[in-house]
């Protein structure tokens, strides 16, 4: 069982930040990210839904849990996150399997160029895969304008299915252990993450 963890520290407030009903700041469980304030919380939450899907992986691996924002400015360290003219750019993949390396010992490595129907062969039993998609794949609609800008962390992926923890999924269905069909999730994947064998 890989644990799960959102991008915002209430889960269960996920639908209303993402609609605007609850503010981000408005998040009472803020304090548990490690921000220094709700300030920081507010203007990093939006951007780490790759620091959630390492968050899971250190968490199944190394059974330790480490604050969302501790990564992040771990991270920024490395190079995976970048501001520049007031924007934060990240998680750029590169920097984040060398902290993935080098600070926390778990072997990863950037795959680029796939097929969703690659991931079953890529991901061994025990291995795990954040995966670029579309943010809209909470929603399984119709196809998104473009693929990417979002991640998520592929826990099993069959011929048929991919199953996948969403640090931004609206309700505990869209959460932890989201299914996709392959031929579905295809449609929001850019065809690129990191491996975690």
Not at 32 to 53: I, L, R
Not at 91 to 113: N, S
Not at 116 to 129: E, I, M, R, T, V
Not at 162 to 173: C, K, L
């Amino acid at each position: 069982m890989i644990p799960y963890f959102s991008q915002w520290e209430s889960p269960a407030l996920a639908a209303q930040i993402i609609s605007g009903e609850v503010r981000v700041r408005d998040d009472p469980l803020w304090r548990a990210s490690g921000a220094a304030s709700v300030d920081e919380y507010a203007e990093w939450a939006h951007h780490v839904c790759g620091m959630a899907c390492i968050k899971m992986i250190l968490a199944a691996r190394t059974g330790k849990l480490h604050p969302t924002l501790a990564l992040a400015r771990l991270a920024t360290e490395f190079g995976a996150y970048v501001l520049k003219d007031g924007t934060l750019k990240g998680m750029i993949y590169a920097p984040a399997v060398k902290m993935l390396t080098d600070r926390f010992g778990i072997d990863a490595k950037v795959v680029t160029g796939i097929v969703a129907a690659d991931l079953p062969s890529l991901l061994q039993p025990g291995a795990l895969f954040i995966a670029s998609v579309h943010p809209a794949v909470r929603w399984l609609g119709g196809p998104p304008p473009q693929k990417g800008g979002h991640l998520v962390l592929i826990t099993q992926a069959t011929p048929e299915r991919v199953v996948f923890h969403n640090p931004s999924g609206h309700d505990e269905a869209t959460q932890r252990d989201a299914v996709a069909p392959i031929d579905r999730f295809e449609e929001f994947f850019a065809g690129r993450g990191i491996l975690v064998p």
